[in-house]
């Protein structure tokens, strides 16, 4: 490796702190059947209350509250039954007292009465008269016209990824498009003359067949984003050079998974430098060290590592909170994760972030080593822990959080 | 409530251990692009070994181990410097002993050599002569032919959702092809005279927009599902049984949200009756009692509660395993989470499942109360906490497991 590799090195810290894109993708309106996991630019309010009338939460009876005051079974109140609410239609008629209105669950409220007697405390004891067994405190019954959401406040956050919870909200405010930043497009590079693509039958001597791009593509979709596979660039010189050109104007992100050999990382970093602004070359980060991060007239560019594994696990550390942020929002949604109990001790050294594939089973985390060439170390992996820069190992034993892949 | 509602009650357990999906969605062939998170029909099996050669995972030099035994800085071996291997190309040289040939990361093993030596542990002294100062064992800086992936090894395991990494192995392997499982369609029916669309911009009094079709069709989507909005029936009787009829043909699973109020839930009660065997009427869970659970000639159908935050909560409990097996997959991929200590105490009854929303702040998990009819309950939690059905509650200060929503 040569010294100067690695002269502008940083730590993965200082990535997500410095490394911050120039810019939020466009915002424009989707539907809600488009709109799951899209970030919104801004708060959304509520156009008038929720419910947006006195709400009945129970079958029973509405009644005026203090006209049941002092109910019990064995000396019930008795309401004169005035009339029935009707679902989805106004209440034709006004509770006075001594009196009392039939009322489903999710019925208006009629004019007159300030609470719902549960259907269970009460009795028609003869036609017409309804006997009232409990007492039903004012507002009893019933949600008020503004209890699920007043007007104005806030549906659902500018900056958080929506949840189907949210798109309920939404829909019962009537707000049925939403202004949301668009999904990043990533453009996906793969570089080396050994590379060729997945479909390639028959392979000669040394090839290999391209795996990131399409794994990259699956994290890409994963993180809200839009892969654009932008194909194989060999290592002639001139050509990745070439292929950034002509990507960057569509791109919000371009990835790169560099060749893995001295020479064809040179290349990488030669062409990307001549189209942006090395940031860092160089991650303090196992594996995943010759990574390159640069910014090319405001869209960030990401120069992965050569070998499949390591080129993963460093878009899953630096590339995917990056799409978030390009997408407007700053914590992307929680990852699942497990607690397990280490198996083995792991070494590692201070300064650097230790990314490490483990398999779960009875609450133990056992590392998955092997050489990082090795694709199916991933897809063995129930998941991977993190030790982090300033740690100089973890002990067997210990209690670690473990990122599970979904 | 009637008694009859609640005559063929069951717990969530016996939910899911017993009413299982008939039969399976079908099987057909979709791209690698296509293929994230769905299921594999069966395990794919590896066509040929990979990576496929013997390949140098360091830059360096290719050697007979035994030329460097003993080598050191006071006394390294010296090669001869018999040509170079490229990238994706076959070697055109033999090493024999003594020589050796220049290897960059991810070039094939020429013939004669057993082992790669790092370039950090040599230099050209001369010309076309190699100084080697750290032995190499037989092996070292190479990943064997197979060392990947064996030949008729599984490369992904049919029932479990593919991963990114996984489409990236697949890659590899040359299988751009994949035999998923169809995404479950499932029919989503709204009832409910007092229901209208989100897009109704004035509602009459008592009237309120569909909010559970939109939210229940994202959860859908979160579970690979393919949702299917089939509108608004009213509660006039017979409608909803003409609607079912309709929709079953061409769904996997269907589910109404019932009307809220107990005539609302007999008619749907009724009407799922008449077009199938009704497998329960009620379920032992809070929110969520008024569930119905219904096999239709083999396609299941959940009867949902009227109110949109309950509704959401059973489809979470039991729709949500329900889809993932309909697809092929009987373990679905974790949820996030996180620990936190419980604010407050939390009474629940034996016998029944309680799922409450809560915030989590600084590890400490607050439950949100309020009516049930709330939706907006929903959208501040930042998760839920399940009581599981022996426990009678949980103490304030308990450490509890948050399914947080993503």
Redesign the interface.
């Known amino acids: 490796?040569s010294g100067r590799e690695f002269f502008t090195a940083r730590t993965v810290a200082d990535a997500l702190a410095g490394f911050r894109p120039g810019h939020r993708t466009a915002v424009a309106d989707v539907t809600?059947?488009d709109a799951?996991?899209r970030v919104p630019a801004t708060d959304i309010t509520a156009p008038g209350p929720?419910?947006?009338?006195v709400?009945s939460?129970v079958?029973g009876y509405a009644v005026r509250a203090a006209d049941t005051f002092g109910a019990s079974d064995g000396l019930p109140s008795y309401l004169d039954l005035l009339g029935a609410?009707?679902?989805?239609?106004?209440?034709d008629v006004t509770v006075r007292p001594g009196g009392c209105v039939a009322m489903?669950?999710?019925?208006?409220l009629p004019d007159g009465a300030d609470a719902v007697v549960m259907?269970?405390y009460t009795a028609e004891t003869m036609p017409g008269t309804i006997e009232v067994t409990r007492p039903v405190a004012p507002g009893g019954g019933l949600?008020r016209a503004d209890?699920?959401?007043a007007a104005g406040a806030p549906?659902?956050s500018g900056g958080r990824?929506l949840?189907?919870?949210?798109?309920?909200?939404?829909?019962?405010?009537?707000?049925?498009r939403v202004a949301v930043h668009a999904r990043p497009r990533v453009a996906i590079i793969s570089t080396?003359?050994?590379?060729?693509p997945?479909?390639?039958?028959t392979?000669?001597?040394?090839?290999?067949?391209?795996?990131?791009?399409?794994?990259?593509?699956?994290?890409v979709?994963?993180a809200g984003g839009e892969p654009a596979?932008a194909g194989i660039v060999s290592?002639e010189p001139g050509a990745l050079k070439t292929r950034l050109t002509e990507v960057l104007p569509d791109a919000d992100l371009v990835v790169v998974s560099a060749?893995?050999?001295?020479?064809?990382r040179d290349e990488t970093a030669g062409a990307v430098a001549a189209v942006g602004d090395v940031w860092c070359h160089g991650l303090a980060i196992k594996p995943g060290k010759p990574t390159l991060l640069a910014d090319c007239a405001g869209t960030p560019l990401i120069g992965l590592p050569?070998?499949?594994l390591s080129a993963?696990v460093v878009f899953g550390q630096v590339g995917v909170p990056l799409l978030w942020r390009l997408a407007g929002c700053e914590t992307p949604?929680?990852?699942?994760?497990?607690?397990a109990r280490l198996s083995r001790d792991l070494p590692s050294a201070a300064g650097r972030l230790d990314v490490v594939q483990v398999r779960v089973r009875d609450g133990a985390a056992e590392p998955l080593f092997?050489?990082?060439?090795?694709?199916?170390v991933?897809?063995r992996a129930d998941g991977y822990l993190v030790v982090p820069e300033p740690s100089t190992g973890l002990d067997a034993g210990a209690e670690v959080e473990v990122i599970?892949?979904?």
């Not at 609410?85 to 209440?91: D, I, R, S, T």
């Not at 080396?192 to 060729?196: F, K, P, R, S, Y």
């Open positions: 490796m809600l059947a799951l996991h929720l419910p947006g009338f709400k939460t079958d609410v009707l679902m989805g239609a106004a209440p489903p669950t999710g019925g208006v259907v269970e949600v209890e699920d959401v549906l659902v990824p949840r189907a919870p949210d798109l309920g909200l939404l829909a019962a405010a009537g707000v049925t080396g003359d050994e590379v060729v997945p479909s390639t039958t392979l000669s001597a040394g090839q290999v067949r391209d795996a990131t791009a399409s794994a990259l593509a699956g994290l979709t994963d596979v290592d060749g893995s050999s001295v020479g064809a050569g070998n499949p993963l949604p929680p990852a699942p994760s497990t607690r092997g050489p990082s060439a090795l694709l199916s991933l897809t599970l892949y979904r």
